[in-house]
């Protein structure tokens, strides 16, 4: 009887173990390595002299420019392309959403289109065809109306708001396939007490729509967000991080830590340091959302 009820409490973690194995290797083991080398100096092709440190190198990020630079740059990356993915996803998804829109298949095909896109592929076609001063499509665009275009990615005013642009384009898909889905679930009926009470499109929208949405917002835009704030690929292949460090990102950084100056040390602690800033953000989100559930139940 005790060996029936014992295996009624743990047969469960005989089809969860595959999975807590791979965690372990892929993300806990990496992530204890970058914490042993972010307490030691370590250099790239000289792993065989370490030198232990402690929380030396975390002091001197806190106290290194560039690294203030890169948090900050980081920041504006990630809050930018959150706040766009969702603004322009949601609209985007709740036009998708209306009746008499045909075609719908067709549509949401068409705008998965980025998504499916690597970030590399997305950089440089943004770059050479979209963001080139002379014969890229915006600047054509805004020579049209008269407006002359900057050199969007050569100079330091505009090349942030360019590469967040870019990177919002590539997520915005995935805001508009899941908030879709949300809309997809609230009744007609309800959509239909909104029209009677004499309330707009916006109105509904905002009043109706939003409030019954809000788990599957908060769930999209901490997607978004995480891969916003570790986005290397897309950046790197535009600007490098510049001009003048202006689109530096902290996975930048690290690169440049690890690889052009060989400092492993640093460039881990780099890393571990953008763990827990996601971590922390994630645990609130987390918070946040079990507060919102509760309440909505």
């Not at 370590?42 to 190198?57: A, I, K, M, R, T």
């Not at 609209?91 to 998965?112: C, P, Y």
């Not at 049209?144 to 642009?165: H, I, K, M, N």
Request: charged share 10%; glycine share 8%.
């Amino acid at each position: 009887m005790q060996n029936s009820s014992l295996n009624r409490y743990t047969r469960g973690w005989y089809f969860v173990l595959p999975g807590l194995i791979a965690m372990l290797l892929i993300v806990a083991f990496p992530l204890a390595i970058a914490f042993r080398f972010s307490l030691h100096d370590v250099f790239l092709y000289d792993f065989g002299n370490q030198w232990f440190v402690g929380l030396e190198n975390y002091l001197y990020a806190i106290n290194d420019p560039l690294f203030i630079n890169s948090v900050r740059v980081t920041a504006i990356f990630t809050v930018a392309n959150t706040l766009g993915c969702l603004v322009v996803g949601l609209l985007v998804a709740f036009l998708l959403s209306g009746k008499k829109i045909r075609f719908k298949a067709g549509w949401m095909a068409l705008f998965l289109m980025p998504f499916v896109m690597t970030p590399v592929i997305v950089g440089i076609t943004w770059r050479l065809f979209m963001w080139e001063p002379d014969f890229g499509v915006i600047n054509q665009v805004l020579g049209f109306f008269g407006v002359s275009g900057p050199y969007w990615l050569t100079d330091r005013s505009t090349a942030l708001f360019a590469t967040a642009l870019t990177n919002a384009w590539h997520l915005t898909p995935m805001a508009i396939l899941v908030l879709y889905a949300a809309l997809t679930t609230i009744p007609d009926e309800t959509y239909e007490a909104a029209r009677v009470d004499g309330a707009g499109p916006f109105q509904t929208l905002w009043y109706v729509v939003l409030p019954m949405i809000r788990a599957h917002i908060l769930f999209v835009s901490i997607i978004i967000m995480t891969s916003a704030f570790r986005e290397f690929d897309m950046v790197f292949t535009m600007t490098g991080g510049g001009p003048g460090r202006s689109t530096t990102v902290m996975s930048i950084l690290a690169y440049n830590r690890g690889i052009a100056n060989q400092d492993m040390g640093m460039a881990n602690t780099i890393a571990f340091t953008m763990f827990m800033i996601m971590a922390v953000v994630a645990w609130l989100y987390i918070k946040v959302y079990k507060v919102n559930k509760e309440a909505s139940s």
